[in-house]
């Protein structure tokens, strides 16, 4: 496997979990503030 390959390779397999891991937080995070405000 080619070095500029892997990296290719890697940026979109990061760049993948990064965007589900943002969108997971990012409703979690939602929903904390939102238990948090109601008390």
């Known amino acids: 496997l080619k070095r500029s390959s892997y990296q290719l ?3 979109r397999v ?7 891991l943002a969108k997971r937080s990012f409703s979690v995070g939602r929903h ?3 238990d ?3 008390h």
Not at 14 to 20: D, M, S, V
């Open 9 to 11: 390779w890697r940026k």
């Open 32 to 34: 904390q503030s939102y």
């Open 36 to 38: 948090h405000n109601k």
């Open 14 to 20: 990061t760049g993948r979990g990064t965007k589900h």
